[in-house]
């Protein structure tokens, strides 16, 4: 079992990659508006911005969607010269950060839509390396930001960063497979195709949390290609940066549902690798009989074998403490905490909770 999760791991992520590189500068480039929803996002709005002041390919506008905002969020928008929208009050049946969208969508004029989180930061060139991607490949482009952290807790979100980019399917190794989701904080597609889904306006789309699982098989049913990408270089952010209830808020709305929504080979290569990892971590701390010094050896290198691979894996996607490679069963047990209360969240019905405000549990 630990050998077949062990292979797994790397099976899913082999092709872990970022977006393709920019055209030269003097190419021709789209009508691009950036629509950034944002809720209490002063702290983190700035870093966004002035990363988008610098961008080889200017966007063609950038509006940001203030979604009732109690702190300065539309104020440092405006200052850093931004088109501020302030948001209507939130239908029934909508999620604050789905009727954003959407009201950004309807003010923006670009042909392309770039829909970015607040809390992400862009290398000089992203948007013209997405709009190439786009412009090769057509349909719904995503990219998973490189996962900054800062403080000790922020690595407990380790694991769960890794299990959420297995779950897509779209960066394993051969048989080949489209991507099964999209990612959120940074998503592009054109307006034709946003309006050919029905956009964050959909039924099947509004009312949820993880509203790019919902985008993502809008496009699907409709046709569209899906291509996933990590940020790497290009695509970052810093996820939970306000303490521990965040991160277990954040990860409780996205586990469970994530999980309903992965292909079931997908499903069951992760579950190998979780499983794997479990049976790892166990072996290595088990009481051993009298003191049998081939045996420790073996825990020993078996607990390295598997550090090892969370160490390959987690600097393709994150930067994260030392402490989460060497005490590798810390950031799994976290993992396995979280999954089991979003489920448990999802099975009740209860709605879980995010920026002060709850959501179906759908």
Not at 152 to 179: D, I, K
């Amino acid at each position: 079992m630990q050998v077949a999760g062990w292979l797994a791991g790397w099976w899913l992520l082999w092709r872990l990659a970022p977006p393709g590189e920019a055209p030269p500068e003097n190419a021709d480039h789209p009508r691009l508006s950036v629509i950034i929803p944002a809720r209490n996002e002063e702290g983190s709005l700035p870093h966004l911005l002035a990363s988008l002041k610098t961008q080889t390919a200017p966007a063609f506008e950038v509006i940001v969607i203030d979604d009732h905002s109690t702190d300065e969020t539309a104020a440092v928008a405006r200052a850093a010269g931004a088109r501020v929208v302030a948001g209507a009050p939130l239908p029934a049946g909508w999620t604050g950060k789905t009727w954003a969208c959407h009201q950004g969508a309807a003010q923006a004029q670009g042909d392309l839509l770039c829909f970015i989180d607040a809390d992400v930061t862009l290398s000089a060139d992203a948007l013209a390396r997405l709009a190439a991607e786009h412009r090769s490949r057509g349909g719904l482009v995503s990219v998973q930001p490189f996962h900054l952290t800062e403080q000790p807790y922020e690595s407990l979100s380790a694991v769960c960063n890794v299990v959420e980019l297995m779950g897509t399917g779209a960066f394993s190794a051969p048989p080949r497979r489209p991507a099964a989701m999209a990612f959120g904080p940074c998503l592009l597609l054109s307006r034709a195709d946003y309006e050919r889904c029905g956009g964050h306006a959909h039924p099947e789309v509004r009312s949820l949390i993880a509203e790019d699982i919902g985008l993502a098989r809008r496009a699907a049913s409709n046709g569209l290609a899906i291509a996933a990408f990590a940020g790497r270089e290009v695509v970052a952010f810093r996820m939970y940066p306000d303490g521990t209830r965040q991160l277990a808020e954040g990860w409780t709305k996205m586990l469970a549902y994530g999980a309903r929504h992965t292909p079931p080979v997908i499903a069951l290569a992760v579950g190998a690798w979780v499983g794997g990892a479990v049976l790892g971590a166990l072996g290595a701390f088990s009481p051993l009989p009298g003191r049998a010094r081939g045996a420790v050896a073996g825990r020993a290198v078996g607990y390295a074998v598997w550090g090892g691979q969370l160490w390959w894996m987690l600097r393709r996607v994150g930067r994260f403490d030392r402490l989460a490679v060497l005490a590798w069963p810390v950031p799994l047990a976290a993992f396995i905490g979280l999954f089991v209360r979003s489920v448990v969240v999802r099975a009740t019905g209860r709605q879980p909770r995010w920026r002060g405000r709850s959501a179906p549990a759908a």
